[in-house]
């Protein structure tokens, strides 16, 4: 037939049709069941088939090399089988029955497509399901899919859009494979669960929707893919097989519950998976082998429990994450190269390594962990060529922990326990930062690093030794306690903050001391304390600071009060204390030390040496004393009982008494005194002067003066010469260059800093200067004379000068006449227009007084003899 219609009524009848050679024919039939079926040559183009069925069954086959074939089909209550539809293009097929089973050859290797399907019932791939299609379109109602033994239902298709709405309680499971470029979605109402299978696909998207709250996605297989894209939304996803072999993977995941058994994703490459989720637990090879991929978890709890979690990780992985708890324990970190990000709002528990070796190694990772509590268990912890992360409010470590090649840093804002038998950390970039409590109960070791410890607003106790040997560091209290008491511990363990062999700086700012006790060996160690620090030892045996085997330690103490301060010295070795004291410091060092007692205005210096001697060590102990701010009258004593003995002091520009009452032994004493002013008593000692001074008893004591302003004197001692006594001192600190007493002034010639008034000083000389900003740039208000520029406002307070104030905002080319600053204003700054660049009015021009372009008011030539009066002269 070709272009026909033949219509079939037979509403109680079953009708068996056989169809052969049509061509852009209609077929309408109305029977209670139908067998259609194509014989002979077969079926050409453009055909149309349209059946009613009453109860079914309804069968339709052989439709072989057909272009577009229409077959629609509406049997509510009956069951439709499509039998070997093959190699067909363009072909429609809509179905509307209880059940449809596709069997022989099913739909196959076909192009352009459109399948539509509404069952009441199930749909059945018994063979070939859909086979090598190109192109098209499936959209399947069904309760379920069911499926012949070992087939599978989407098999090698190409640009296939599929639209699954299961609707069964049970619904099976959705099979395929070798998918590429395909859309797959699956909506489920399954209660308990619903499996899914699709290996080797390619540059395919699935989403995955299971919408009661008990669905399960279990099992999931999805091997051997590239370029796969997977969105799960259920209430739990168990995955077998899961994704393995698998490049370019993006998976997203909206779950109640994540449980990862078995290998449940492996073998990754360059593949993202983000899992949300209320309850997220693994166990089993779950990531290993993964190559450049990204896992980013959120989840209420994270549980990593047993297994080779990530084993294998390469390419710098990237692991993420957040969540409330996350609990780690029995994984195996044995990986390549991986970075793993931890977020949690209240805990981090990481408790055991691997059963067998009970080790955390974490090598060749970058680890940040940011919580509210971490917890790092009994096991041991590794980390060799790794960056280590914590930003935390409490953190407690039990596990012995080795570190070595890494950067670590540590912020701990409430709480740090360190618990762990022992911590050795080496080569390493060292960051630790502690607030609140810092507890270091056992020993801790960095060697060879670079340490940068800081304690803001914290409680540090160091019960054993935090000891940094080899290294460069810096340690900072800050508004903080320090308690290191020693309590009859002797060796290395009785030191408490111990530095060795390395260049450290401490500084304690408002923090106090108490019995803080700290080490230093062959080493250099600047101290600076301030003003609002204390340092002292309950105990009178023990010394705060304890310098050996060569080391050089300076003191800054800046008006720090410090209680029984002992400086210890080691036998047989020779060390070096330079302490510089500036005013208001109350320090009193006794032992093997030396106190400070000084007052705002005056500084009294006593340097003991006892106790040293009657072990009969021979060791050779230095003092450097440098003041470095005007200390106008002091006292210096020396009890010297120890042999022999080298104090050098330095005093710049100030005033010193020493006072040596007690016969003394063989020894050397040594000052230099530049700029000062030198009151001696030493008893029958003799004092003699010529260039340098030697005061001589049993022993020598040179006295170096260090310019003709010093002098020895035996008598009453002199003021410092002060800014204001008349007299110009050009020693002073600062130097003086003026000095008129009570007539210096901030706007007179010599300024209150007794220094010679200049344009920049600050200081508004009111003959001079209009001005004064404390600098001579221009533009700024203040010219480099010192004059008030236009527009701008300069304060003068009794002489005192500052910034000026823009008073106006001038825009010269705004056709704005800014009186006084402006004269004319032609909307540019142009010149030769008659108002010049600075919008003021050129000669030989009128401009008005409101803005606008200036009027030539004479034809003004130079050059042309004509003298144009009053232009040209």
């Not at 528990?349 to 059963?355: F, L």
């Not at 840093?409 to 618990?419: C, K, P, Y």
Request: glycine share 10%; proline share 3%; net charge negative.
């Amino acid at each position: 037939l070709e272009h026909s219609e033949v219509y079939f009524t037979c509403p109680s009848a079953n009708l068996d049709l056989t169809v052969d050679d049509c061509l852009d024919t209609e077929f309408r039939i109305d029977a209670d069941a139908l067998s259609l079926a194509v014989a002979g040559v077969g079926m050409r183009s453009n055909n149309r088939v349209y059946v009613t069925a009453a109860t079914g069954p309804v069968t339709i086959g052989n439709f072989r090399s057909t272009t577009g074939t229409e077959v629609y089909i509406w049997c509510p209550t009956g069951a439709v089988t499509i039998k070997d539809f093959d190699a067909t293009t363009a072909l429609t097929l809509e179905i509307d029955a209880q059940s449809l089973s596709l069997t022989g050859e099913g739909v196959s290797n076909s192009n352009d497509i459109y399948l539509e399907v509404h069952l009441s019932g199930a749909m059945a791939l018994n063979t070939a399901g859909l086979l090598n299609i190109q192109n098209g379109s499936v959209l399947v109602e069904a309760q379920q899919l069911t499926y012949g033994t070992g087939q599978n239902g989407f098999v090698q298709c190409t640009d296939l859009f599929v639209e699954l709405d299961l609707t069964a309680t049970s619904a099976g499971d959705v099979r395929g494979e070798g998918l590429v470029g395909c859309d797959l979605a699956v909506r489920a109402l399954v209660t308990t669960s619903l499996g899914f299978h699709m290996p080797s696909c390619e540059h395919t998207d699935v989403t995955i929707t299971l919408s009661t709250s008990s669905g399960e996605l279990s099992p999931f297989s999805m091997t051997d893919s590239k370029n796969c894209d997977l969105y799960v939304s259920a209430h739990a996803f168990t995955p077998s097989n899961g994704v393995v072999r698998s490049s370019d993977f993006y998976g997203q995941f909206e779950l109640s519950k994540f449980f990862g058994t078995g290998v449940a994703f492996s073998d990754l490459t360059l593949s993202e998976v983000i899992v949300t989720a209320d309850l997220f637990t693994t166990n089993g090879a779950m990531f290993e082998n993964s190559r450049g991929c990204t896992f980013e978890f959120f989840a209420d709890v994270i549980r990593l429990t047993t297994g080779d979690c990530f084993y294998n990780a390469s390419d710098w992985t990237e692991v993420t994450m957040v969540g409330d708890i996350v609990e780690i324990g029995g994984i195996d970190w044995d990986v390549d190269s991986l970075e793993l990000i931890i977020a949690a709002s209240t805990s981090v528990d990481w408790t055991v390594g691997m059963d067998l070796s009970n080790v955390i190694d974490l090598s060749n990772m970058e680890v940040s962990v940011t919580t509210s509590t971490f917890s790092v268990g009994t096991s041991s912890l590794h980390c060799d060529e790794c960056g280590f992360y914590v930003e935390v409010d409490s953190m407690d470590v039990t596990a012995d922990t080795t570190l070595s090649n890494c950067t670590i840093v540590w912020d701990t804002a409430t709480s740090f326990h360190g618990q762990a038998p022992n911590t050795h950390v080496s080569d390493a970039d060292v960051t630790l930062i502690h607030a609140g409590q810092a507890m270091y109960d056992e020993p801790v070791s960095f060697e060879a690093c670079s340490v940068n410890l800081t304690v803001t607003e914290c409680v540090l106790d160091v019960a054993r030794v935090l000891k940094i040997g080899d290294s460069d560091g810096e340690v900072n209290l800050v508004s903080s306690e320090y308690h290191a008491p020693i309590t009859g511990a002797v060796g290395e363990d009785g030191r408490r903050l111990y530095l060795v062999e390395g260049s450290y700086t401490l500084n304690i700012i408002d923090t106090n001391m108490n019995d803080g006790t700290v080490s230093v060996k062959d080493s250099e160690l600047d101290i600076i304390l301030d003003g609002s620090s204390t340092w002292d030892v309950s105990a009178p045996q023990l010394s705060l600071l304890s310098v050996e085997l060569g080391s050089a330690v300076t003191l800054d103490l800046r008006g720090t009060v410090l209680g029984t301060f002992r400086v210890g010295v080691a036998e047989n070795h020779i060390t070096t204390v330079n302490i510089t004291v500036q005013k208001e410091a109350e320090v009193s060092l006794s032992g093997i030390s030396t106190s400070f007692y000084g007052t705002t205005d005056e500084i009294a210096v006593s340097i003991h040496n006892y106790g040293l001697a009657r072990r009969g060590a021979a060791s050779t102990l230095t003092y450097s004393l440098e003041l470095y701010e005007q200390f106008c009258s002091g006292v210096f004593s020396l009890d010297a009982s120890i042999d022999p003995i080298t104090v050098p002091i330095v005093l710049l520009a100030g005033a010193v008494s020493i006072d040596y009452p007690f016969p003394p032994i063989d020894g050397v004493f040594v000052g230099i005194f530049q700029d000062s002013s030198l009151t001696a008593s030493f008893g029958d000692a003799r004092v003699r002067s010529s260039g340098w001074t030697q005061l001589y008893t049993s022993g020598s004591f040179p006295i170096v003066l260090g310019s003709e302003r010093s002098s020895l004197l035996d008598a009453q001692l002199p003021l410092c010469s002060q800014c204001g006594d008349d007299i110009v001192d050009s020693n002073t600190l600062p130097v003086e260059t003026c000095d008129n007493g009570v007539e210096n002034s901030a706007i007179g010639e010599c300024t209150p800093d007794c220094v010679l008034a200049f344009c920049g000083d600050g200081y508004v000389r009111t003959s001079l200067e209009t001005c004064d900003d404390g600098n001579t740039d221009t533009g700024d208000g203040c010219s480099t004379t010192c004059q008030t520029e236009p527009g701008y406002s300069c304060p003068n307070t009794s002489g005192i000068g500052g910034p000026c104030t823009l008073i106006s905002s001038v825009v010269c080319g705004d056709l704005i006449v800014s009186i006084p600053f402006e004269s004319c204003d032609d909307g540019n700054t142009d010149t030769g227009d008659g108002c010049s660049a600075t919008c003021q009015t050129e000669p030989g021009y009128t401009c008005p007084p409101t803005g606008g372009p200036c009027t030539l008011i004479s034809s003004v030539v130079c050059g042309d003899l004509l003298v144009s009066i009053p232009f040209e002269s």
